[in-house]
């Protein structure tokens, strides 16, 4: 049986703007971005939202519902009482370019940083040979569909802009990561994760795993893994001991 709801939802450009209040009718089974539809249908017409594959897969319906960063296509309006005014929001970490649509560029320039998969020379392609267990640890990461609500809710960007040059998100650390663990990538992972990426600047409060769409535990797997692993390389004794003896030969 359908209801009316309540909904405050964000409109502007620009980087001003305004929460506007509007009554909704709601059916059964539907989610926020079906409101959202409703919405630019019958008293709406020009507001802005970007949605895809309205399935949970694409990540372009990315939104801050009630204060807490959510796909749109994801979102039961039965998970809320239908006396609850809801607050849908942009993403507040990235520019908005015009109500529910914000600039996610970013993202995608902190992806052009990042060095491909760099195998080693002497091995061609179809000749790699992997154990079972090297291909399960990063497999969980392959899952993400760059929704970036996790880089949304990261702190370190979220509440400090200053911080974005700097800092590529929790996203892309899981990507280097990624790349660190194969057994034939050959590049420096870690050495630029710390310089060139900003992982000293996370402190793995988990926020970009409790938001993540498909569960992938980017603190615990990925994360705090490769921090390990950077420290090591600074800090074990018999890395160290290595590094001076073959310093000092060459």
């Known amino acids: 049986m359908g209801y009316k709801a309540k ?4 409109r502007g450009e620009g980087g001003e703007g305004r ?8 059916n059964e089974g539907e989610v926020v971005l079906d409101v959202i539809h409703r919405l630019q249908a019958t008293q709406a017409p020009d507001l802005a939202v970007r949605w895809n594959c309205k399935a949970g897969k694409c990540g372009s319906c990315s939104m801050e519902i009630n204060g807490k960063p959510r796909l749109g296509c994801m979102t039961r309006m039965s998970t ?6 809801i607050t849908v929001t942009p993403m507040r970490t990235f520019p908005v370019i015009k ?8 993202n995608y320039q902190k992806a052009r940083e990042i060095p491909s998969f760099t ?3 002497d091995v061609k392609p179809g000749e790699y040979r992997m154990q079972q267990i090297d291909v399960e640890r990063s497999q969980e990461f392959r899952k993400c569909i760059e929704c970036f609500m996790c880089n949304n809710v990261c702190h370190v960007i979220r509440d400090h802009e200053e911080n974005k040059p700097a800092f590529a998100g929790p996203r892309f650390l899981m990507r280097i990561a990624e790349l660190d663990m194969h057994p ?3 590049a420096d992972r870690k050495e630029s994760a710390q310089q060139d990426h900003g992982l000293g600047y996370c402190n793995i409060t988990k926020c970009c795993t409790e938001v993540c769409p498909e569960h992938i535990k980017i603190t615990d797997n990925a994360l705090i ?7 090591d390389r600074k800090y074990d004794p018999l890395v160290w001991l290595g590094n001076k003896i073959f310093r000092r030969s060459g």
Do not use: C, G, I, Q
């Open 7 to 10: 909904f405050r939802v964000w």
């Open 19 to 26: 929460l506007e209040d509007f009554t909704v009718e709601v």
């Open 80 to 85: 809320f009482e239908e006396t609850e005014t």
């Open 99 to 106: 109500d529910l649509v914000t600039d996610v560029s970013f």
């Open 119 to 121: 195998p080693p020379t």
């Open 184 to 186: 034939y990538d050959t």
């Open 225 to 231: 893994p490769m921090k390990e692993r950077v420290v």
